[in-house]
C-alpha cells in the first residue's frame, strides 16, 4: 500500500509518526508525500486548544476531499479527549486512542488484511525520515504527565507517565544514524519527568545517548523549566548537544503562574536563562506565553511584557487562552474579553519578532555548522537549514559551488552574512 502520513500539533506527534513511517516501510509498504498518491491516509492529530481541535476536524475533511478514495486512520488528542465523535460520525475509516498508538500499524494490516512482509524485505539503508523529507529523527521518550496544569487537557488525554528503557532508546537512534540521520531530538509529553517510573532521569539519559551512539547533533524538543536539576547545563560541553532549549514558561507574571499550576517562578526560569548563556552567549531559548488566561490583569499582563523584554527569546509561539472542558481553568472568573487577547496577543508578537530579529541579527558575520535539509515549494532557489542553536539559515543554489544534491542532509561549515528582508532566516555561504 501507498501511506501518507501527516501530524498536527507538537513534535511528539512528529516523533510518533516516524515510528509509524518506520513500521509500515518494515511491513512492505511505501510512503508518499503526495496525498493524492495515498491508499491509506494516517492523521495524528492535536487538541491542545480550541483551535488545534478546528484545525484536525479541517485537516480531516480537506485530506478526504483531496483523496476521496483513499482509506483513512486518524489517531491524536482529537481522538482521545473524546472530540471527534465516532469514525462514521469523522467520516473515516478507523480511530486509534492515544493509548493504543503503539498497535496502529498492526491494527491497519489486520483490519485489512495486509500480510506482512520481513524486515529484510526492505530497501536496505532506507530511512522512513527521508521518505517524508526529513532530516532529523524525533525519539519519543516517554509519555504522559503527572502534573495538572490548569488549563492543559493534553495530559488528560495521555494518560500517566510511562517512560521508554534507556537500551531502547540508544538503540533506536543507533539504528537511524545506520540510516543517514545526523540529528535525533528528544520528545515527549513530559520530557523531564523521564525516568520518574524505572528508577532514571533525564541527565541519565542524555549523558548515556552522548555516551553510547555517535549521532552528530541531539537537541531537545521542549522541557518543563522546573525539572532541570542541578548542573544540567553542563552537559552543554558536549558539542553533539545542541545549544537551544525550548523552555515553555507560559506566563510572565507569578501570579498567572499560580494560577496556572504551573511549578516555575519567573526568578528561577530566569536564572536557568543565565546559565545557559554564561555557557554559551548565543544559547537559543525559546518559549511558549499564553495571553489573555482567566483573570488576567493589565497590571499581570505588563509583567508579562517586562519579563520578556528582559530575557529575551529567540523565538515565542503565542497562544490566546480557551477553555477546555474538563480543565480547572475552564471554570475560572473573570475571564478576559476577546477584542482584550486580540489586543494583547498583538502586542507579544510584535515584541517577539523584534526578539528574534535582534536574536539573528547578532550572528551576522559569525561562522556556524549547519545541518542543511533541502528547498522549499515556496522557494525552490534556496537551499535550507540549520545551525546548531536552531537558526534558520539559506544559501542561495546557484551561488555555492557544492552540487545542491550534495547538501542535503549534510553538516557544512557556512558564513551568515546577512538576515533575509522577512526576518524568518539568514543568508549565508557555505565555506
Same mark, same amino acid.
Given at each position: 500500500?501507498?501511506?501518507?502520513?501527516?501530524?498536527?500539533?507538537?513534535?511528539?506527534?512528529?516523533?510518533?509518526?516516524?515510528?509509524?513511517?518506520?513500521?509500515?516501510?518494515?511491513?512492505?509498504?511505501?510512503?508518499?508525500?503526495?496525498?493524492?498518491?495515498?491508499?491509506?491516509?494516517?492523521?495524528?492529530?492535536?487538541?491542545?486548544?480550541?483551535?488545534?481541535?478546528?484545525?484536525?476536524?479541517?485537516?480531516?475533511?480537506? !485530506?478526504?476531499? &483531496?483523496?476521496?478514495? /483513499?482509506?483513512? $486512520?486518524?489517531?491524536?488528542? %482529537?481522538? @482521545?479527549?473524546?472530540?471527534?465523535?465516532?469514525?462514521?460520525?469523522?467520516?473515516?475509516?478507523?480511530?486509534?486512542?492515544?493509548?493504543?498508538?503503539?498497535?496502529?500499524?498492526?491494527?491497519?494490516?489486520?483490519?485489512?488484511?495486509?500480510?506482512?512482509?520481513?524486515?529484510?524485505?526492505?530497501?536496505?539503508?532506507?530511512?522512513?525520515?527521508?521518505?517524508?523529507?526529513?532530516?532529523?529523527?524525533?525519539?519519543?521518550?516517554?509519555?504522559?504527565?503527572?502534573?495538572?496544569?490548569?488549563?492543559?487537557?493534553?495530559?488528560?488525554?495521555?494518560?500517566?507517565?510511562?517512560?521508554?528503557?534507556?537500551?531502547?532508546?540508544?538503540?533506536?537512534?543507533?539504528?537511524?544514524?545506520?540510516?543517514?540521520?545526523?540529528?535525533?531530538?528528544?520528545?515527549?509529553?513530559?520530557?523531564?519527568?523521564?525516568?520518574?517510573?524505572?528508577?532514571?532521569?533525564?541527565?541519565? !539519559?542524555?549523558? &548515556?545517548?552522548?555516551? /553510547?551512539?555517535? $549521532?552528530?547533533?541531539?537537541? %531537545?524538543? @521542549?522541557?518543563?523549566?522546573?525539572?532541570?536539576?542541578?548542573?544540567?547545563?553542563?552537559?552543554?560541553?558536549?558539542?553533539?548537544?545542541?545549544?537551544?532549549?525550548?523552555?515553555?514558561?507560559?506566563?510572565?507574571?507569578?501570579?498567572?503562574?499560580?494560577?496556572?499550576?504551573?511549578?516555575?517562578?519567573?526568578?528561577?526560569?530566569?536564572?536557568?536563562?543565565?546559565?545557559?548563556?554564561?555557557?554559551?552567549?548565543?544559547?537559543?531559548?525559546?518559549?511558549?506565553i499564553i495571553v489573555g488566561f482567566p483573570g488576567e490583569t493589565e497590571s499581570e499582563w505588563q509583567q508579562s511584557l517586562d519579563f520578556?523584554?528582559?530575557?529575551?527569546?529567540?523565538?515565542?509561539?503565542?497562544?490566546?487562552?480557551?477553555?477546555?472542558?474538563?480543565?480547572?481553568?475552564?471554570?475560572?472568573?473573570?475571564?478576559?474579553?476577546?477584542?482584550?487577547?486580540?489586543?494583547?496577543?498583538?502586542?507579544?508578537?510584535?515584541?517577539?519578532?523584534?526578539?528574534?530579529?535582534?536574536?539573528?541579527?547578532?550572528?551576522?558575520?559569525?561562522?556556524?555548522?549547519?545541518?542543511?535539509?533541502?528547498?522549499?515549494?515556496?522557494?525552490?532557489?534556496?537551499?535550507?537549514?540549520?545551525?546548531?542553536?536552531?537558526?534558520?539559515?539559506?544559501?542561495?543554489?546557484?551561488?555555492?559551488?557544492?552540487?545542491?544534491?550534495?547538501?542535503?542532509?549534510?553538516?557544512?561549515?557556512?558564513?551568515?552574512?546577512?538576515?533575509?528582508?522577512?526576518?524568518?532566516?539568514?543568508?549565508?555561504?557555505?565555506?
Amino acid at each position: 500500500m501507498n501511506i501518507h502520513l501527516k501530524a498536527l500539533g507538537c513534535r511528539l506527534n512528529e516523533a510518533e509518526l516516524e515510528s509509524w513511517a518506520l513500521e509500515f516501510q518494515q511491513a512492505g509498504h511505501a510512503l508518499v508525500n503526495d496525498v493524492e498518491q495515498a491508499d491509506l491516509t494516517v492523521l495524528n492529530t492535536c487538541a491542545v486548544t480550541r483551535e488545534a481541535v478546528k484545525k484536525s476536524r479541517k485537516m480531516i475533511n480537506r !485530506l478526504r476531499r &483531496e483523496n476521496p478514495h /483513499s482509506k483513512m $486512520v486518524v489517531s491524536g488528542c %482529537f481522538v @482521545s479527549t473524546g472530540e471527534s465523535g465516532s469514525a462514521a460520525d469523522l467520516g473515516v475509516d478507523m480511530l486509534v486512542d492515544n493509548k493504543d498508538k503503539d498497535q496502529l500499524v498492526k491494527r491497519v494490516n489486520n483490519r485489512w488484511n495486509i500480510p506482512i512482509m520481513p524486515e529484510g524485505a526492505t530497501l536496505p539503508n532506507e530511512s522512513a525520515l527521508f521518505a517524508r523529507n526529513r532530516h532529523r529523527a524525533f525519539i519519543k521518550v516517554q509519555d504522559g504527565c503527572r502534573y495538572r496544569c490548569s488549563y492543559c487537557i493534553v495530559t488528560v488525554a495521555r494518560g500517566e507517565e510511562k517512560s521508554r528503557s534507556v537500551t531502547d532508546i540508544v538503540n533506536q537512534i543507533n539504528e537511524l544514524e545506520r540510516t543517514g540521520i545526523k540529528e535525533a531530538v528528544i520528545t515527549g509529553v513530559h520530557v523531564g519527568g523521564y525516568g520518574s517510573d524505572i528508577g532514571s532521569n533525564l541527565t541519565e !539519559l542524555v549523558t &548515556e545517548i552522548l555516551k /553510547s551512539t555517535s $549521532v552528530p547533533r541531539l537537541r %531537545f524538543a @521542549s522541557v518543563e523549566p522546573w525539572d532541570l536539576g542541578e548542573g544540567f547545563f553542563s552537559m552543554f560541553d558536549n558539542p553533539r548537544l545542541m545549544p537551544h532549549m525550548h523552555l515553555p514558561i507560559q506566563s510572565g507574571s507569578d501570579t498567572v503562574l499560580r494560577r496556572m499550576s504551573r511549578r516555575c517562578h519567573t526568578s528561577e526560569f530566569a536564572d536557568l536563562v543565565r546559565q545557559a548563556r554564561e555557557l554559551h552567549p548565543e544559547f537559543n531559548v525559546t518559549t511558549d506565553i499564553i495571553v489573555g488566561f482567566p483573570g488576567e490583569t493589565e497590571s499581570e499582563w505588563q509583567q508579562s511584557l517586562d519579563f520578556v523584554r528582559a530575557t529575551g527569546f529567540g523565538h515565542i509561539h503565542v497562544f490566546s487562552y480557551s477553555p477546555r472542558a474538563g480543565t480547572k481553568a475552564a471554570n475560572m472568573p473573570d475571564p478576559v474579553a476577546e477584542p482584550l487577547k486580540q489586543r494583547r496577543s498583538r502586542e507579544l508578537h510584535a515584541l517577539a519578532a523584534t526578539q528574534k530579529g535582534e536574536f539573528m541579527q547578532r550572528q551576522v558575520g559569525q561562522e556556524a555548522e549547519v545541518l542543511w535539509e533541502g528547498v522549499t515549494a515556496r522557494d525552490p532557489n534556496k537551499i535550507f537549514g540549520y545551525t546548531a542553536n536552531y537558526t534558520r539559515v539559506a544559501v542561495v543554489a546557484d551561488q555555492t559551488d557544492l552540487a545542491s544534491s550534495a547538501l542535503p542532509n549534510s553538516i557544512r561549515r557556512c558564513v551568515l552574512n546577512d538576515s533575509d528582508t522577512s526576518g524568518q532566516y539568514i543568508l549565508a555561504s557555505v565555506v
